[in-house]
């Protein structure tokens, strides 16, 4: 039988992580660096998830100041020098815009650390200035184009997932879909919901308060709306599991149960979804589906803003409107 080819829509070659940068290599970077980096991460309110990212960063920046720089001390690097990084990340390892600005922000944060605290004790950093300002803006590309998923897909995928009997999948797709929340702020969603009174007449429960995307350790604390059409795919799922767990999205291995892990989401998205809409989807394409299915069908942005897409400006919410406005641009011309 001949493999299914999935359209990856991809606008250009994606680029290949980075190496890990290992303890053993991380030990090589001066220690100048190294201290300085390592307080750094000590001293700042991050998330679990951002620490891990901004530790590797640093790390990954060391790496090419030993093995590209001659190992130079952080004090003597110049806007050349991180213009030489950001030159490295773009056209030697074919990375994005945002993962290059990623990278930029975080290594201005460490700048900013020592302009502001530490010059005060160090010698050889009494005139030391953040090389990342006044920089030529990173030019933006993008990897991927993002198609939403329509409507239409969403039921299609749906009645394939209840056809399997993967009641988690579905319970999943319709959370990921119909509220809008992210991959990290689903598997917060407990099971005590299911148990919510439900006013008359309104078409929605309210969850209680979740973890959204935030640097600080508490990040932003959001209340979801759950449509009540999710809430029979949740009772599903919890009731077929087959153990009591406070939390609806999770797994069990062998007599084990975790919340469920990012590379779930990840690969229910890549190997299950991908191939049922013969394209590649992934597990941000969700977010921007949820708010373009609302807007599409009337919804208004302000409200789309505030009480499902969680943006503290609408500004924000259109950049994850995915409508194509074919209706609107065929009466230009007409």
Not at 122 to 149: A, C, D, Q, W
Not at 156 to 184: I, K, Q, Y
Not at 231 to 255: A, D
Not at 274 to 301: A, P, Q, W
Request: glycine content about 4%.
């Amino acid at each position: 039988m001949s493999k299914k080819i999935i359209n990856k829509n991809t606008l250009r070659e994606p680029a290949k992580k980075l190496p890990e940068v290992t303890e053993e290599m991380w030990l090589q970077v001066n220690e100048d660096y190294r201290t300085l980096a390592e307080e750094f991460i000590t001293v700042q309110d991050l998330s679990p998830a951002s620490k891990k990212q901004y530790t590797s960063v640093l790390r990954q920046f060391g790496w090419y100041m030993y093995s590209s720089m001659n190992n130079k001390y952080f004090y003597k690097i110049s806007k050349r020098d991180f213009m030489r990084y950001l030159s490295y990340l773009r056209d030697n390892r074919k990375m994005s815009s945002s993962a290059i600005g990623l990278r930029k922000s975080i290594v201005s944060s460490l700048c900013n650390y020592i302009e502001n605290i530490i010059s005060e004790d160090e010698e050889n950093y009494k005139s030391f200035r953040n090389f990342t300002r006044g920089l030529p803006p990173i030019p933006k590309n993008r990897v991927y184009e993002k198609v939403k998923v329509t409507k239409e897909e969403y039921d299609l995928m749906m009645s394939l997932l209840e056809a399997d009997e993967n009641w988690l999948g579905m319970a999943w797709l319709a959370t990921a879909f119909r509220v809008g929340a992210r991959r990290s702020e689903i598997i917060q969603f407990k099971t005590e919901i299911l148990d919510y009174p439900i006013p008359e007449g309104q078409s929605y429960v309210l969850s209680h308060i979740v973890r959204g995307k935030g640097k600080s350790t508490d990040g932003k604390p959001l209340e979801y709306m759950i449509p009540l059409d999710v809430i029979p795919h949740w009772k599903k799922w919890v009731e077929s599991r087959g153990y009591e767990s406070e939390y609806i999205f999770t797994t069990k291995y062998g007599n084990e149960i975790k919340a469920m892990s990012a590379a779930w989401a990840d690969d229910f998205c890549a190997n299950t979804l991908s191939d049922m809409l013969e394209r590649r989807i992934n597990v941000h394409i969700f977010k921007n589906s949820c708010v373009t299915y609302l807007l599409e069908t009337g919804v208004d942005i302000n409200l789309v803003s505030k009480f499902v897409a969680h943006h503290n400006d609408i500004s924000t919410t259109q950049i994850y409107d995915l409508r194509d406005f074919e209706d609107e641009k065929n009466q230009i011309f007409g």
